[in-house]
C-alpha cells in the first residue's frame, strides 16, 4: 500500500532553515507528480509546493515562493523540502502527499518558527 513517510521538521528561529524529506514506496514514484501541503493551527490542509515526475517543473504558492524549494530523487524514491528564511507563519504540520489537496499524504512532520 502507498506509504509516504516525512522527517526533517523541528524547531528553528525566524530567518532559519530546515530541510524536510519524504520517503515513499508503494507506487510507481517516478511516475507521480508529488506535492506538499501544510496545515496551520486553526486553518485547513494548504497546498504549498508540488513537483513533476522528472523533477524539472516545481511550482509554489506564492508566500513560499523564493523560500522554499521543492526536489526529488527517484532512484530511492524520495521527496524534499528546503525550507529557508522561515518565518514564524510557516510555523505548522508539513505533509507530503500524492494529489494537491493532500488527501492521500503522510503522519506530518511539525515545523515550529519561533524566536
Known amino acids: 500500500q502507498v506509504q509516504l513517510v516525512e522527517s526533517g521538521g523541528g524547531f528553528v528561529q525566524p530567518g532559519g532553515s530546515l530541510r524536510l524529506s519524504c520517503q515513499a514506496s508503494g507506487f510507481k514514484f517516478s511516475n507521480s507528480w508529488m506535492y506538499w501541503v501544510r496545515q496551520i493551527p486553526g486553518k485547513g490542509l494548504e497546498w504549498i509546493a508540488q513537483?513533476?515526475?522528472?523533477?524539472?517543473?516545481?511550482y509554489y504558492v506564492d508566500s513560499t515562493k523564493g523560500r522554499f524549494t521543492v526536489t526529488r530523487d527517484n532512484a530511492v524514491n524520495a521527496l524534499y523540502l528546503q525550507m529557508n528564511n522561515l518565518k514564524a507563519e510557516d510555523t505548522g504540520l508539513y505533509y507530503c502527499?500524492?494529489?494537491?489537496?493532500?488527501?492521500?499524504r503522510g503522519q506530518g512532520t511539525q515545523v515550529t518558527v519561533s524566536s
Open positions: 513537483i513533476s515526475p522528472t523533477g524539472t517543473l516545481p
Open positions: 502527499a500524492r494529489d494537491q489537496r493532500g488527501d492521500v
